[in-house]
């Protein structure tokens, strides 16, 4: 049995007992009330929901037809095991695996595309507005405080307090003004982070703008889609110069 059915058998176990609806032929005294009916009902299609959100099935799905697939599941006959007992479903479910790929494969990459486009358009608009540079990496900042002469070298330690938000202005991440600042050492955020914060000193506030390959990059995270540009507000309150690690001492030919 594939990976996606699997799930979905998971998901559906509870609302099918040995291939039939469970609870129709139950004594009246343990039948669930409307309300309990409802309210389980209701979750597990927030379950369900869930699961398309995490794996991005996008909102263009047919839910009617969803709905129909689960009612055709609880009511099949047999098990699951059972030889026939794909037969009675008019897509196979052990085709789901690739028709779930590439699905999600061509959504991806359609996504990846159009973020791709977004992305240039407005970083092409943003590199014009007045105080914004770009440098040869593609990064674009706007220094709003330059801070003390301490600045950062690569492999420094910072601590910053930042709002991380997409083109759109959804923020994605952040540490409130109020809060204490981070620890991040340069040489392990991404790149436009690395490049970008070695511009101010201490007590310093800057404006990043960076191309996706300064940031997440073809990939991005659960948080962040493909090729998505982003912003972020720095302030960088302290820096924390790296300091070489001394040599270790060799005794008789032995490191200690």
Do not use: H
């Amino acid at each position: 049995m594939n990976k996606f059915f699997a799930v979905l058998l998971i998901g559906l176990a509870v609302a099918a007992c040995a291939g039939k609806p469970a609870g129709d032929d139950l004594p009246k005294e343990f039948q669930p009330s409307k309300a309990q009916v409802d309210s389980v009902s209701y979750l597990l299609g927030i379950n369900f929901g869930s699961w398309l959100r995490q794996y991005d099935f996008g909102s263009g799905l047919n839910y009617a037809e969803i709905i129909k697939g689960m009612k055709d599941f609880v009511n099949a006959e047999g098990q699951p095991q059972d030889p026939d007992f794909v037969k009675q479903f008019k897509v196979d479910p052990n085709e789901m695996n690739n028709l779930f790929n590439s699905y999600l494969e061509k959504r991806r990459t359609g996504v990846s595309m159009a973020n791709k486009k977004k992305s240039e358009d407005f970083l092409a608009a943003n590199g014009k507005k007045e105080g914004v540079v770009t440098t040869e990496s593609g990064l674009q900042y706007k220094i709003i405080e330059p801070g003390n002469d301490v600045k950062p070298g690569p492999q420094d330690t910072v601590w910053v307090r930042y709002k991380g938000t997409l083109t759109d202005g959804t923020v994605f991440d952040e540490v409130p003004e109020d809060a204490d600042p981070i620890r991040l050492t340069l040489n392990r955020v991404v790149p436009g982070w690395t490049e970008g914060l070695q511009l101010i000193g201490e007590g310093g506030k800057i404006e990043l703008y960076l191309p996706a390959e300064l940031g997440y990059g073809e990939q991005g995270n659960q948080a962040i889609g493909p090729n998505s540009a982003l912003v972020f507000d720095v302030e960088m309150t302290k820096v924390g110069k790296y300091v070489e690690p001394a040599p270790v001492e060799e005794v008789k030919g032995k490191k200690k």
